[in-house]
Nanobody, 121 residues
């Protein structure tokens, strides 16, 4: 089992920055080498892929809407995933979820509870 706990959401003005964190426990990524990702879901919209990292090799992937603005990273010692979000836009407003699973097959078996990010115009 993998437990994921997100933190770092909040309210920010357009153009601002936030950093999200996701702490993994149980079967940790540093030991088992699975992938982790960030997704988001805005009200009335489908869940959207934001970014992912293959933990063991560090390869990263990004959704088109966040490329060049968001950076995914990991701290192996802390088993913590991060999402640095810069140049935020109102359309980035959503609940952001951390997920663990296979980046290659794009299947994620474990999800966090989500953290709200609100970007004001």
């Amino acid at each position: 089992q993998v437990q994921l706990v997100e933190s770092g959401g909040g309210l920010v003005q357009a153009g601002g920055s936030l950093r999200l964190s996701c702490a993994a426990s149980g079967r940790t990524p540093s030991t088992f080498g699975y992938g982790m990702a960030w997704f988001r879901q805005a009200p009335g919209k489908e869940r959207e892929f934001v970014a992912a990292v293959r933990w063991s090799v560090g390869t990263t992937y990004y959704g088109d809407s966040v490329k060049g603005r968001f950076t995914i990273s990991r701290d192996n010692a802390k088993n913590t995933l991060y999402l640095q979000m810069n140049s935020l836009k109102p359309e980035d407003t959503a609940v952001y979820y951390c997920a663990a699973g296979s980046v290659r097959s794009q299947t994620y078996d474990y999800w966090g509870q989500g953290t709200q990010v609100t970007v004001s115009a």
